[in-house]
């Protein structure tokens, strides 16, 4: 097998895996946000009046696409917008299988990557389609930090000819893909992919502009260089203007939300912060329903393991910093930017949750913060490969002294390491939460078939238990006014009504 169709083959392997994981553990059939979802848009899914709307960026216009499709030929399936899912998180992990097959950073960094990026801790994710074009999102933030990398390595000293030579397309798409990402696809996420770059460009047009050379302009080529830094930063600067704009329009609602301020909540409860913030990392080794359900860890554990991830997270930093990888290569450092920052915004934006400490480690954030992980393992397996190169070949002095050569003498540092330690720890939590995600598969399965019966006969359920079954908080009638809406057009749960129907008039 050729080593060039890896990230290929690695990201249609883990797609069939979270396919058939999906298909175990869940039905076709809606709950949770879809009712939203359903009330809001259905049935006149085309309707322009419900499309161009003041906040009409927040609601992620790609969706008002994928749910007319759904709509016309699928009967608003929920199996197909998880495959979208399964979809953008495939493309995510080529984008990154065709980095590590570029920079040759090993089987054993490319096996790691894939086994982080279809681990089932984002199973809620997965398994509630309504979130797909999040899962596409993320693909467009790992390919746009990989453009940016070709180009930033174009150029550069000690690089092997022909091997990281920059694409006809490459800038264009720096111009452009955050305009499609932020105002089309990304939504709230474009928050940290948008405030990495706009560090990164502000750095690196500061630091080529004033600093690399004493303050003097820049001239010829290198004010060329400097300017598309600050182009690109404007790229980004505007779209995410115009999606601000937009959401400035949306009224949102948080079931369990406090109403005290962001000082009186500190007043009153100091430690929240602290612990919700650490702990967010803490899901990143262990999914949090598997630490909290099936181990019943105790808290300060939790904090623990949580500490031991943001500790990855400073030696994934010391490495670049160490080695200079940043010199040679931007992506791992952007994805650990980006997941440093993802925990960061998950604190600022869910603080209001004062009552759920552990609220930071659900799954549906794994998709976010495993940007992090993913970097620091790229990191490692960038500075073990540096390491390799710097040491001495006892072949080199056996030949000298007419001796039979021997095995290459590898010593590499202490950070390197604990590195390599941290990848395997990482990597066992995340394989031991994929398995017990594969036993709930049944169970959860059984939950969804619960759904579809009471779906089926919604006018006889309470109120207490048709919030409890459809996991919506905001009103009973909000989830008999959308099961009626499915049931007038025959569509999902009972679109078997439309094929009966379908039957009995060629009959």
């Excluded at 390491?387 to 001495?392: D, I, K, S």
């Excluded at 006889?460 to 009626?484: C, H, M, T, V, W």
Aim: proline residues 4%.
């Amino acid at each position: 097998m050729k080593r060039s169709y890896g990230f290929i083959l690695f990201p249609a392997a883990g797609a069939l895996f979270c396919l058939w994981y999906v298909c175990s553990a869940t039905s076709d059939v809606v709950y949770s946000d879809y009712i939203r979802l359903i009330n809001s848009y259905l049935p006149d899914v085309w309707n322009p009046e419900k499309f161009f709307v003041p906040d009409i960026l927040t609601r992620i216009p790609i969706n008002f696409l994928s749910r007319g499709i759904n709509t016309n030929l699928f009967h608003f399936s929920v199996r197909f917008d998880q495959i979208l899912g399964i979809l953008g998180l495939g493309l995510a992990a080529q984008v990154t299988g065709i980095y590590v097959i570029k920079e040759r950073l090993g089987f054993g960094a490319l096996l790691a990557v894939m086994l982080l990026m279809f681990s089932l801790n984002k199973w809620e994710m997965l398994t509630n389609g309504s979130g797909w074009a999040h899962f596409l999102a993320f693909a467009c933030f790992y390919y746009y930090y990989l453009v940016l990398d070709r180009v930033w390595q174009s150029g550069k000293k000690g690089i092997r000819p022909g091997h990281k030579t920059e694409k006809p397309w490459d800038r264009p798409v720096l111009l452009l893909l955050p305009f499609v990402t932020t105002l089309g696809i990304a939504g709230q996420y474009c928050a940290v992919y948008s405030g990495v770059m706009i560090v990164v460009y502000g750095f690196l047009g500061i630091w080529n502009t004033f600093i690399e050379t004493d303050g003097r302009p820049r001239t010829g080529r290198g004010a060329d260089k400097v300017q598309h830094y600050w182009l690109w930063l404007l790229c980004i600067l505007i779209p995410l203007a115009l999606y601000l704009i937009s959401n400035a329009f949306t009224v949102e609602e948080h079931a369990g939300a406090t109403e005290l301020s962001l000082i009186e909540a500190l007043r009153q409860n100091p430690k929240f912060f602290p612990a919700f913030f650490i702990k967010s990392f803490a899901a990143m080794f262990l999914g949090g329903e598997t630490m909290e359900g099936r181990l019943h860890l105790p808290n300060r554990v939790m904090i623990l393991i949580g500490l031991l991830v943001m500790g990855g997270y400073l030696l994934g930093l010391w490495l670049n910093i160490k080695y200079q990888i940043y010199e040679k290569t931007l992506f791992p450092l952007l994805l650990i930017l980006s997941g440093a920052c993802s925990h960061v915004l998950i604190l600022i934006s869910r603080w209001i949750f004062l009552n759920q400490e552990n609220y930071g480690m659900s799954s549906r954030y794994a998709v976010q913060f495993q940007m992090g992980i993913i970097g620091i393992v790229l990191t490692v397996a960038a500075a073990w490969k540096m390491e390799g190169r710097r040491q001495p070949r006892i072949e080199d002095t056996g030949r000298a002294l007419g001796r039979k050569a021997a095995k290459p003498l590898k010593k590499h540092s202490l950070a390197v390491i604990l590195g390599l330690a941290f990848t395997g720890i990482i990597l066992c939590g995340n394989i031991a939460t994929t398995a017990d995600e594969v036993i709930k598969a049944p169970h959860r399965k059984e939950r969804y078939e619960e759904k579809i019966q009471a779906a089926l006969d919604y006018r006889n359920y309470s109120d207490e238990d048709l919030e409890n079954i459809f996991e919506y908080r905001k009103g009973p009638e909000k989830i008999r006014q959308a099961l009626e809406i499915l049931e007038t057009n025959r569509w999902n749960v009972y679109s078997h009504l439309a094929i009966e129907g379908q039957e009995g008039g060629n009959g």
